[in-house]
């Protein structure tokens, strides 16, 4: 990429040598011929740049040997160039290992080692399904997909275009849910579904249950980390983004572009209104409504609300001190008195 | 599976039709020819029920177009006749890819592509161990046992009838011990097994760890939900429910008929008595001794306190005003007085 | 192993027979002839003593049927033994299923079956690489490896010398990170690695993601325990443990001999001053530095004062009922008064 073309794909206004040819990205203070790095703020910038191109904020006003590109947002500007440097190419290849249904439609250009595609399943093109992935029966995959090495996706699962499957990812295996007997716990069935929307990424080892009966959902642009627990029936809504190692119990709906931190809990059946930011760690009881805003603790409160019960909670040995001087007064005061 | 047959099955109240053919379960608002649902209630009961049978409550009164069922509990019923119309047959094949010692005696009926199987290891007939499955040495499954693609079972693990392990279980890696020397960590030796009895299903990317030296067991009917952690020499009684991401370390025992929360965390060497219900994302100290209740939060208290206490801290504000005030009154007493 | 041998290993007094063979460990009341038992405190003693050889503290004082080895830390002296008695030699064995690019420089003295190892790949002697592993292009591993089934590398990390990856472990998939644009969300360039050092150990379905742009890097000599979440561009010292369910976010530094504990959650850019000590279910605040010593709760505070705020929090009802008691004093007073 020329640098002309990074400054037109980013609208930021080009100083310097346009022709160059840019190849990677690195860290400004790493970064070297044919380089790009990006700083966020003027007072970042390392003393001695050897990157053939910076992008810098706006305001940048210093003059330096290499080309810059001023931009509102520079760290935005780079993660675009950074995603046309290193799109992700899947070569046109298949490993003869691999172990595809005879009645499996599969036009994905790269299918890796020892990968298993079971009967009816459709894959789109331009995808590629690493080493080691299994894919069961009447499964549909779109198209410019990466599924990562030793991901398993079960039987009936959809999922749309772009999307990113990390290593040993687990979709549409079977929802926890059971009734008592009087002896045992009998099997609830699991037999919906799992549906995944274009441009999702799901990070390793995260886990999205089929639907018991209807379907688990999640929604266009929504980004998910590694270790996340995705329960049956859950709904997910379009940019949702889940931070490593969360839970989500059944039935449970996350509204369009929520933020969700790390480690949260949230309980069955509770709904997460569009623009809810929930705090790592917080836990969301069954059936709660949470409304857009800022959110922490457990049970979740408002984070102003969570801040001053804890600056209060901080202050349990003042109240005590002073609930005991309170007492010594009074009976100094009675004694007076009587 | 003629209605005939369902109601006597679930021990139900027929009315209507008994000789047509029931083939699927459904949701009853999606319900169509040859499905069965259920309401657990009957203020429940869709508009336009198409459903060919609906299981219902007891106290049921209306008069439907299609059969009905009257059971007590119409969920169990659901579940009992899902069990049987979607009874998992598998198929008798072993795809060609697969590597299995010869000294292995293995009657499973399926076994799916790029399976291991290593020496000596022992398998039931009726299971299926479906691709990318990696089986050690010495291990023995019983019958009708279903192994879902990915999991791995290390050598010497016995697994019992009828369980059921999802994609990417872990089962029989060693725990997590050390000896701290003055200049690193020693291992303690983790030379134990796992023996996981009849009937017990374990959800994807669940890690059960061996015992050290001696064995870390997971009772009878017992079912643990998706990325839960088992340390070593945890011993687990029957009939126990662990929600997804709940972490249990080393030596610690639950009695049977326990119920566990998600993302809960138990410390090592405590006891959960029979009939302990621990809430999501409670904490449970090393040694504490559980009785049966339902406990909560972190340390765990019972329900009820945790409840009161929890009351308490939400007028901490009020506290701190009370306080205040008390002191104001106490001051013009004084200022009288004097 | 000779008794005798063993003692000068573990440099203990032996007692009794030394040239006796043992060839296993086993607990103390079940351990029988040709096998090591040990106890930390001589109450421990099991009533029928049937090893071979006991490692007993230096104070202990009976006479028994066995050898016995007195030295300060038997727990350490019995892992050290075990380590010698269980050492792991990978048998010189390639499955011929492995799929191995013709490029890759594999001198590991075990390939088990469906492993694929990619290109420019090198793997040192005595590793032993396990059943539908998969590890990407330009990846280092060193010699007198473990990397159990189903493990996951990507391209170009780099893991030292006698280091063990359990089962599911998948070493550098990308780091969660994206930017907010005004309708989507842009990935952030995930395209460092990661970088293990010698003497680690790293539990089953653990995930460790690869830097951003830098490095990702495990110290020597640390252990990771099942289901760890480790973000891009963290730096963990030398010698640390951390316990199961653990996450780390971004770029957060963890000194040299910390310890963590179980299902904790530490913020991104936050620092652990070696010796750190944080107990389970923590919660450490992004950005923040964590010093020497032993911390606890959510925000984490030092323990002493984490016991101190929840016994003031215990006495919450006892607050409410003395704030009650000083109003009626108080009123009591003003009419005395008035």
Redesign the interface.
């Known amino acids: 990429m020329k640098i002309r073309e990074i400054a037109e794909l980013v609208q930021g206004e080009l100083v310097g040598d346009a022709e160059m040819e840019i190849v990677r ?3 400004p203070e790493l970064a070297g011929e044919k380089e790009i790095a990006f700083i966020e703020r003027a007072e970042n910038l390392p003393e001695n740049v050897k990157a053939s191109c910076l992008i810098v904020p706006e305001n940048f006003a210093k003059e330096l040997h290499c080309s810059i590109i001023k931009v509102k ?1 520079p ?2 500007a ?3 160039v ?2 046309v440097l ?1 799109r992700f190419q899947a070569p046109k290849k298949r ?1 003869q ?1 691999a ?1 595809i249904a005879e009645d499996a439609e599969v036009e994905a250009d790269f299918i ?3 990968v ?1 595609i079971g009967s009816k399943t459709k894959i789109g093109k331009g995808t590629a399904i ?3 992935v ?1 894919i069961g029966s009447d499964v549909e995959i779109g198209e410019n997909c990466v599924i ?3 991901c ?1 996706i ?1 039987d009936r699962v959809r999922i749309g275009n772009n999307c ?1 499957l ?3 990812v ?1 979709v549409g ?2 929802g ?1 849910g ?4 009087e002896k ?6 699991q ?1 919906g579904t799992v549906v995944i929307e274009d ?1 999702v ?1 799901v ?3 995260t ?1 999205i ?1 089929r639907g018991a ?2 379907e688990t959902r999640i929604g266009a ?1 929504t ?1 998910i ?3 996340v ?1 995705i ?1 049956h029936n859950v709904r997910i809504g379009k ?1 949702v ?1 889940i ?3 969360t ?1 989500i ?1 059944g039935s449970t709906v996350i509204e369009d572009d929520c933020v969700i931190g ?2 949260v ?1 949230i ?1 069955d059946h509770a709904t997460l209104k569009s623009g809810a930011v929930i705090g ?2 917080a ?1 969301i009881l069954p059936g709660k409504i949470v409304r857009a805003g800022v959110w922490w603790g ?1 049970p979740v409160q408002p984070l102003a609300e969570y801040k ?2 804890n600056a ?6 003042r ?2 001190e ?2 005991k001087a ?2 010594e ?2 009976n100094e ?2 004694k ?2 009587s």
């Open positions: 990205v690195a860290l947002n760290k935005l780079f993660a675009k950074a995603g290193y490993n290992t172990f890796g080692a020892f298993s690493f080493d080691n299994t990562f090495p030793n398993v079960y990113v990390h290593a040993g687990v295996a079977d926890f059971y009734v008592r007997d045992e716990y009998v099997k609830f069935p037999i441009d990424e990070g390793a080892n886990c249950d009966l209807g642009g980004k980390d590694n270790l627990q329960a940019r983004v931070a490593a190692q839970g119990s790390g480690q809990g309980g790592s760690q836990g457990t001053r019960l209060h909670f901080r202050n349990l040995e109240f005590k002073e609930i309170l007492k007064k009074l005061l009675e007076l008195i």
